[in-house]
C-alpha cells in the first residue's frame, strides 16, 4: 500500500515539476509519519524514503534507534523550548522556529555541543489564528533577528496553508512566502539563505510545487489517514 502510494505521489511531483519547468531533483518529499509505526516507516525506507518528518520531540527519539542511521529526520511541528536538547543533534533541519526565544534556545545548545543547526523560519502565511509562526508582516525582521546568532543558519521558510477542499485556495498563499523569501534573499544577511521553502502537504503539494516549493510534506497521501481526533494534531 505505501509502495503503490509512494508511486502515486511521486508521479504527481514528476508532472508539477514539468508544468512548472523546475527539475525533479530540485523537490525534496518528506514523508511525515508522525502517529506512524516504525513497521509503516520501514516499509518507505524499503521503497527509497530518506527523509522523514515527524512534528513531536519524543516520537522522534522514540523512533529514532529502531531505523537506519542515514535517515534524515525532520523536526515539523512545534517545538518547545524544554525539548530542543533531545532532538538538536538529531534533526537534520528544523522547520519550525517561530519565535526568537525558540531560536534562542537552539543557539545556546548548538553552542554547548559546538554544532552549527540549520532552521527555516516558520510563517503563518494566511494569519490563521490556530497557527504559529510568524506573520509575513514580522518575519523579515524575526529574520533578521536571528540571523545574528551564531550557532544556527536560515536555510530558508516554511508554512502551513489552510485546510481547504480546493488547493488551488493556497495558490495566492504559496505565491506570498515565495515572495517573501525573495525579498529576504535581495537584503543580503549575513548567515541567512532562501534555498529551502518547505510547503505543501497531501491536499495541495502539487500547487505549491508550481508555486515553488523546494520541500514538500506529505503524510495521509503517503501513509493513510491518522487514527487520532483532529483536535490532537
Ligand atoms: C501532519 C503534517 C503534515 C502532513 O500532513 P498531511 O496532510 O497528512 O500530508 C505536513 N506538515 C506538518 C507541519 C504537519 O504537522
Known sequence: MIKENLNTVETKIAAACV??????ADVMLIAVSK???VEMLTEAYDTGVRDFGENKAQEMCDKIPKLPADIRWHMIGHLQRNKVKYIIDQAAL????DTYRLAEEINIQAKKRGI?????VEVNIAGERSKFGAS???????VEEIAALENLRIKGLMTIAPYVVDAEENRPYFRKIKQLSVDITNKNIDNVSMEVLSMGMTGDYEV???EGATMVRVGTGIFGERSYKKSNE
Do not use: C, Y
Open 19 to 24: 508544468r512548472a519547468g523546475r527539475e525533479r
Open 208 to 210: 505549491a510545487i508550481e
Open 94 to 97: 528544523i522547520h519550525s522556529v
Open 136 to 142: 509575513a508582516e514580522d518575519a523579515m525582521l524575526l
Open 35 to 37: 502517529t506512524k509505526p
Open 116 to 120: 552549527i543547526v540549520p532552521i527555516l
